[in-house]
Structures are given as C-alpha cells and as structure tokens.
C-alpha cells in the first residue's frame, strides 16, 4: 500500500528565504508524486508532478522539486519565498496506472513573513 | 480556462438527512473522482468512476454513499443518511484518460451534519 509523509505540519519563513516542504513516500511499485497548493477557500491546484521523466521536476510560481528513490523523497523547493506563497501544501502519491486513486499527505501549511 | 465546479458551496443539513453534492468536470475529461476533507486532517479518496461505473473505492465509500452520472455533465455524490462525522469539505476532481496523470480538483462543497 502507499502511503506519503509530510515532516512539518506548520513551517514559517520570511520572504525572499528558501522554502522546503519535506515530503516522504512508500509505494512498493514506482509512483507518480505531485505536490498540490490549496488557498483559502479555493480547491487544490497542481504545482508540478514526477511522473517517472526528468527526476527534477519544475512546476508553477518558481517551484522545484527532485524524485530520490534511494531517499523515497520528493521534497518541493523554492529559493525565494514570497508572501503570495503563503498556503496549504500537499503531497500525493498515485500508482502508475491510468485513473487510479491520490493518496495525500497531512499537508503543510507555509507562513511568509515580511 | 476550463475548470471543475461544484455546487452548493456550503450546505447544512440534520443528521439522518440525504444529501446530494453535485459537480461539473472539465468536459472533454473521462475519469471523476470524489475526495473528502475533514477539519484539520488530510485530503481522503472516496471513488473514482469511469465509463459510466465506479472504477475504485475506498473503505469509507459504504452503503450511505453512491455517486451518478445522470447526464453528460454533471457527476453527483448522494449521501443517504448522514451522519455527524460526514461533516467535512467535499471535493470533485476529472482527469483525461491519457496525456498525463494530473486531477483537477474543484473549490470544495463544505458539507456541515447538525
């Protein structure tokens, strides 16, 4: 079965300081990850997704993040925060199969301070 | 730019009423699914249905539950009798059959159970 982990339910930054969510997975085929945003009353918004390609990924508003199988991570980056950033973030994983279900993380809710 | 919708936005209903959240997915999208959120814990799969059947489901998608595809537009979730812990924010998401694995997630209906 799959799973993902999110180290930090709550992490604070000041704007223009690197932002990392930290994200962990277990999946025992290999997976497709994504990272989603989700703002205050509004739905989830996909940043980027490893979709066994590239194991850098870049996705929308200057977000990053690296597939390490060795790690079972994929940690999303961003080298500046800015306050527009500020919201709840998700990892999901998902079998590499058409049409098969998300499995999210707990999210992390990122503050940028100025 | 085509986006998922879901109405109502919030809805309150008694304990033990039926209740139906509806849905409209992209349009040229094939697979639909049905997430819920309960207050302060992650983003759970319900189900996902395709051609016309429920393709996969999850533990908590029992007899109280069932979805419809009544016409070619919209997707609905029903909830027979509901129970106080159905209280959560309810979200809609579609997917291509092919082309990538991206969801795309509608704004949520906040489901409230008194």
């Known amino acids: 079965a799959q799973s993902v982990t999110q180290l930090g339910s709550h992490v604070s930054v000041s704007e223009g300081a690197l932002v990392l969510l930290r994200c962990n997975y277990s999946?025992?085929?290999?997976?497709?990850l994504f990272w989603y945003v989700q703002y205050p009353n509004q739905g989830l918004q996909l940043l980027l997704k490893?979709?066994?390609?590239?194991?850098l990924v870049k996705g929308i508003n200057g977000f990053e993040a690296e597939f390490k199988k060795s790690e079972t991570s994929f940690h999303l980056t961003k080298p500046s925060a800015h306050m527009s950033d500020a919201a709840e973030y998700f990892c999901a994983v998902s079998l590499n199969q058409a049409g098969t279900a998300l499995i999210f993380g707990k999210g992390t809710t990122l503050s940028v301070s100025s | 730019e085509p986006e998922v919708t879901q109405t109502p936005s919030h809805q309150v209903t008694q304990m033990g009423q039926e209740v139906i959240l509806r849905c409209v997915p992209i349009s040229n999208h094939l697979y639909f699914y049905w997430y819920r959120q309960i207050l302060g814990q992650k983003v759970e799969f319900l189900v996902s249905f395709y051609n016309n059947e429920i393709s996969e489901k999850s533990e908590i998608f029992d007899d109280q539950f069932s979805v419809e595809r009544p016409d070619g537009s919209n997707f609905t979730l029903k909830i027979r009798s509901t129970k106080l812990e159905d209280s959560a924010m309810y979200f809609c998401?579609?997917?291509?059959?092919?082309?990538?694995?991206?969801?795309?997630f509608g704004p949520g209906t906040r489901l409230t159970v008194l």
């Open positions: 999946s025992s085929v290999p997976p497709y």
């Open positions: 998401a579609s997917r291509l059959l092919a082309g990538g694995h991206e969801q795309f």
């Open positions: 490893y979709t066994s390609a590239a194991t």
